[in-house]
């Protein structure tokens, strides 16, 4: 029993610094559906070339960090109601404070997602 915990303790120390960091928790929680849609969207757009799998990952995580998942999700339904064509009614998800508060916090995101994940 004693040499199992010996090995441990010996094994642990000789594991490499990265090995023994924590891992990174952002500041707010997604739900899972959420953060591999983002990774699935994120690898799909660089060709899901398997080198884009960590940097995805990094990019949602970021995100994830700088803002609350419903300011996170608003922003998304935001921009999603934008493309949609929706013509005059589509001015409120233009026009509105709100609207561009939500859409510039994401833009801001992407942007550090744009630095921090390379």
């Known amino acids: 029993m004693i040499r199992a915990g010996l090995l441990v303790a010996v094994v642990s120390m000789l594991a490499s610094p990265a090995a023994r960091a924590e891992a990174h928790h952002p500041a707010h929680d997604y739900p899972t559906a959420t953060r591999a849609d983002y990774v699935i969207g994120c690898m799909a757009s660089n060709g899901f070339k398997r080198e884009f799998l960590e940097r ?13 998942f419903e300011d996170y999700e608003l922003a998304e339904t935001i921009i999603s109601m934008q493309r949609g064509g929706l013509g005059d ?6 026009d509105t404070p709100v609207a561009k508060e939500r859409t510039e916090q994401l833009t801001r ?6 630095l921090q994940c390379k």
Do not use: N, Y
């Open 89 to 94: 009614r589509g001015a409120m998800f233009r």
């Open 56 to 68: 995805c990952a990094c990019g949602i995580d970021t995100i994830a960090d700088l803002m609350s």
């Open 109 to 114: 995101a992407q942007a550090e997602v744009a």
